[in-house]
């Protein structure tokens, strides 16, 4: 059992490249979530989806973009990268029972030069 | 405004055992959470409380105080593997987490 898988596992990028995270999990979640990590600012919530079809906004939704076309599937992505995104990525999932704990993925580092 | 305040960083001896606090100020309360994180690891779910009261599980035990917006993460028989970072998390409006910066615990020999 995969649980959540986070590709790619690391990234470098140029200042205005885009690019595409993807997020896939294999546990029939309702709920996913993309967050970003960055040194003394603990997990921040870019933006969450509770379906499939549905996206919403999270705390830090500039500059990137969601989609979940498919249940298993959440992608991230980034229109056109700033150094200020350079982060490590992480993605969640849940079943849709309050008493259950998100699950997470093994993040993706993201370097923007 | 949400808010999550924990210490920064906490130090231990091997065997001892190690209280982790975590006061909030959120606009709503569906639930709080506590993770453990490894350096360069995912997070991992360590204890979930909804209702005051502790939970124990284990080595772990989680209390929470919701009229004080107040939480702690005991953990007993400190172990060496247990020097990581610890993540306090809120749950609001159903939907949406909300994570302090985390506790990172070293434990010594």
């Known amino acids: 059992n995969a649980g959540v898988t986070q590709t790619p596992k690391f990234r470098v990028l140029k200042t205005g490249q885009s690019m595409t995270l993807l997020c896939a999990q294999d546990?029939?979640?309702?709920?996913m979530y993309w967050y970003r990590q960055d040194p003394g600012m603990g997990l921040r919530l870019i933006h969450y989806?509770?379906?499939?079809?549905?996206?919403a906004k999270g705390e830090v939704p500039d500059g990137y973009n969601v989609s979940r076309l498919k249940k298993q599937n959440f992608l991230l992505g980034l229109e056109s990268a700033a150094p200020s995104q350079t982060s490590v990525y992480f993605c969640?999932?849940?079943?849709?029972?309050?008493?259950?704990?998100?699950?997470f993925g093994d993040g993706t580092r993201l370097s923007i030069l | 405004g949400q808010n999550i305040d924990q210490p920064t960083e906490m130090t231990a001896t091997e065997g001892a055992i190690v209280q982790i606090n975590c006061t909030y100020q959120?606009?709503?309360?569906?639930?709080l959470f506590w993770y453990q994180q490894h350096a360069g690891e995912a997070p991992t779910f360590l204890s979930y409380?909804?209702?005051?009261g502790l939970e124990e599980k284990g080595r772990f035990s989680s209390f929470l105080s919701r009229s004080k917006g107040y939480s702690y993460l005991l953990l007993k028989e400190l172990q060496m593997k247990d020097s990581a970072s610890y993540l306090c998390?809120?749950?609001?409006?159903?939907?949406?987490?909300?994570f302090g910066t985390g506790t990172r615990l070293k434990v010594l020999a």
């Open positions: 969640a999932s849940r079943p849709g029972e309050l008493n259950q704990p998100q699950h």
């Open positions: 546990m029939n979640h309702e709920y």
């Open positions: 989806s509770v379906g499939e079809g549905t996206t």
């Open positions: 959120t606009s709503g309360f569906n639930g």
């Open positions: 409380n909804v209702l005051d």
């Open positions: 998390a809120v749950r609001d409006r159903g939907y949406k987490y909300i």
